[in-house]
Structures are given as C-alpha cells and as structure tokens.
C-alpha cells in the first residue's frame, strides 16, 4: 500500500520528528476547508440577495448637506447645500437652503424644488443672470459624497457632476 501515506516532517527545537499522515485524512481536511468557504460564500450572497433593494440606495437629506466642487458642462464653481435651522412644515427641504460660487467668485442664490421620497433625487435652480437654470442629481446610492445629474440651458441637456 506504498503511496497511501505521507511523510510529514516537523522541526521541534534542534530535533526532527517524523510522522505518518494518511492521505486520506489530508484530503478529508482540505475538503472541510473548501466546504467552510462555499458556506460562508453561500450566505453572504444570501443575505445580500434578501435585502430589499433600497437598502443602500435612501439618501438622508443631512446626506446633500455640504460643500460640493461642482462641475456643470465644463463650468467649475462650488455649490453649497445648508441648513436654515428654520421651522418650518412645510416639505422636506423647506429648511434647506442653495447657493452656488463660480470660479471667479462670484455667488448665486438657488432654490431647491424637491427631494424625491427616497431622499436621493433633487430638482434644484441656481439664478444665473437671465436664467434660472435647472439641474436634476441624483446622490450616489454607495458613495453619498457624490452626485451626478443633468441641467438645461438654451434648449441644451447638459451633464454635471459634484464631490464633497
């Protein structure tokens, strides 16, 4: 039965020892291993499969609160999103407040329209000179420091982007 067991050989201290493992038995522990991972594989995809879908995708609106670096179109500027602290009963952003700075400077007050229920999509307008231009984001469902949408100017779709 040459072949149905192995030599393992460990160094204790000075001294070599040597001992007879079956094959059998190396192949029995390595087959526990792989049946570990495929079980702890199996239910992680599990657990991620029954979540509901919007789990990770709601937006808080304390989420669109900050200092984003904004770039629509190729314009870059810094667009502020804040809290008014104001009491009001109004809708979901009825405290909130917009503004946006150009590059140079130069600052312009916004408006938001609404926050969808989920929290993530926002219809917001920033008052350019002889436009008030509308932008829809939409927050980052895994990354909530970034958003992405489009806005309208002159008949135009025109892409944006913004990090916090």
Same mark, same amino acid.
């Given at each position: 039965m040459r072949? #149905?067991?192995?030599?393992? +050989?460990?160094l204790?201290?000075?001294?070599t020892?040597?001992?007879? +493992? #079956?094959?059998s038995?190396?192949? #029995?522990l390595?087959?526990?291993k792989?049946?570990?991972?495929?079980?702890?594989?199996t239910?992680?995809l599990?657990?991620?499969l029954?979540?509901?879908?919007?789990?990770f995708?709601d937006?808080?609106?304390e989420d669109?609160?900050?200092?984003w670096?904004?770039?629509?179109?190729?314009f870059?500027?810094?667009l502020?999103?804040m809290?008014?602290?104001?009491?009001?009963?109004?809708p979901l952003?009825c405290?909130?407040?917009i503004?946006? +700075?150009?590059?140079?400077?130069?600052?312009f007050s916004g408006?938001?329209?609404?926050?969808?229920?989920k929290g993530q999509?926002?219809v917001?307008?920033?008052?350019?000179?002889?436009?008030?231009?509308?932008?829809?984001?939409?927050?980052?469902?895994?990354?909530k420091?970034?958003?992405?949408?489009t806005?309208?100017?002159?008949?135009?779709?025109?892409?944006?982007?913004?990090?916090?």
């Amino acid at each position: 039965m040459r072949g #149905s067991l192995s030599e393992t +050989v460990f160094l204790v201290g000075f001294h070599t020892r040597t001992f007879q +493992v #079956s094959e059998s038995l190396l192949v #029995s522990l390595k087959e526990g291993k792989q049946m570990k991972r495929i079980t702890a594989i199996t239910l992680t995809l599990a657990f991620l499969l029954f979540l509901p879908a919007n789990t990770f995708a709601d937006a808080n609106k304390e989420d669109w609160f900050g200092t984003w670096a904004m770039n629509h179109d190729g314009f870059a500027g810094t667009l502020n999103i804040m809290d008014t602290k104001a009491d009001c009963a109004g809708p979901l952003w009825c405290d909130m407040a917009i503004n946006y +700075v150009d590059n140079k400077g130069v600052k312009f007050s916004g408006r938001i329209d609404r926050i969808d229920s989920k929290g993530q999509h926002m219809v917001f307008y920033v008052n350019f000179p002889g436009n008030s231009q509308k932008f829809d984001a939409y927050i980052f469902s895994w990354n909530k420091r970034k958003l992405a949408g489009t806005t309208y100017w002159g008949g135009g779709t025109f892409g944006f982007y913004a990090t916090k």
